[in-house]
């Protein structure tokens, strides 16, 4: 790897930062022929920082997902129903004052079909989303049961597996993650560190 090369992925991560939206970058490039490596950080961060995952997240839910398909410890087309309380999803689907909650599937949830509201992006009581206030540096947790409090009661945008739909929500992906924990008996961090981090030596990762 040249002086060059390493100038020019230094200076690409110091252009990423002059956005207004982005904070920090490091940026990592590996030359195969050479065996070299060559890692560049700018803003307030640095290679050896945490950041957050964000939707790199649900990527790591579909793989556990998959491989307990694969295992036969659930299905896709079986309904989240059969795996989650109905006291806490009772009524998270209604359009058209028709509740259609139960016919959300594994597979509805995703492939982001199931026309759930994106709680992420919601406005809340103060009039901004959860995702401005994390952009704004003001973290919170948002467990479950508070994501679909800010769901529940608002119409669904279609119905489960409406042909030629889907939105993005990561209100599907938090009930794979409950689903996940209800199938496996684990809790979400220990099964996703014994499905995906420990195999691969991902010592440095986390969600």
Same mark, same amino acid.
């Given at each position: 790897m040249t002086n060059l090369t390493v100038d020019l992925v230094q200076a690409q991560a110091g252009r990423m930062c002059r956005s207004r939206h982005v904070y920090g970058a490091v940026l990592a490039v590996h030359h195969a022929p050479e065996n070299a490596r060559c890692v560049a950080a700018a803003g307030d961060l640095r290679p050896e920082s945490r950041f957050f995952a964000a939707s790199v997240t649900k990527l790591v839910i579909t793989i556990v997902v998959m491989r307990m398909v694969e295992r036969g410890q659930l299905a896709l087309d079986d309904p989240m129903a059969r795996y989650? *309380?109905?006291? /806490?999803?009772a009524g998270l689907h209604v359009m058209r004052g028709v509740d259609r909650t139960g016919q959300i599937t594994i597979r509805h949830l995703i492939s982001s079909q199931t026309g759930l509201r994106d709680s992420f992006s919601l406005k809340g009581p103060d009039g901004r989303s959860h995702m401005a206030? /994390?952009?704004?540096? &003001?973290?919170?947790?948002? *467990? /479950? &049961?508070?994501?679909? &409090?800010?769901?529940?009661?608002?119409p669904a945008r279609f119905a489960p597996g409406a042909p030629g739909k889907v939105n993005y929500s990561d209100t599907n992906y938090q009930l794979l993650g409950r689903i996940l924990e209800t199938v496996s008996g684990k809790d979400l961090p220990r099964l996703l560190a014994n499905e995906v981090f420990a195999p691969l030596g991902l010592r440095d990762t986390y969600i």
């Amino acid at each position: 790897m040249t002086n060059l090369t390493v100038d020019l992925v230094q200076a690409q991560a110091g252009r990423m930062c002059r956005s207004r939206h982005v904070y920090g970058a490091v940026l990592a490039v590996h030359h195969a022929p050479e065996n070299a490596r060559c890692v560049a950080a700018a803003g307030d961060l640095r290679p050896e920082s945490r950041f957050f995952a964000a939707s790199v997240t649900k990527l790591v839910i579909t793989i556990v997902v998959m491989r307990m398909v694969e295992r036969g410890q659930l299905a896709l087309d079986d309904p989240m129903a059969r795996y989650l *309380p109905a006291d /806490l999803i009772a009524g998270l689907h209604v359009m058209r004052g028709v509740d259609r909650t139960g016919q959300i599937t594994i597979r509805h949830l995703i492939s982001s079909q199931t026309g759930l509201r994106d709680s992420f992006s919601l406005k809340g009581p103060d009039g901004r989303s959860h995702m401005a206030a /994390l952009m704004a540096g &003001e973290d919170s947790a948002w *467990p /479950l &049961e508070r994501t679909l &409090e800010a769901v529940r009661g608002l119409p669904a945008r279609f119905a489960p597996g409406a042909p030629g739909k889907v939105n993005y929500s990561d209100t599907n992906y938090q009930l794979l993650g409950r689903i996940l924990e209800t199938v496996s008996g684990k809790d979400l961090p220990r099964l996703l560190a014994n499905e995906v981090f420990a195999p691969l030596g991902l010592r440095d990762t986390y969600i």
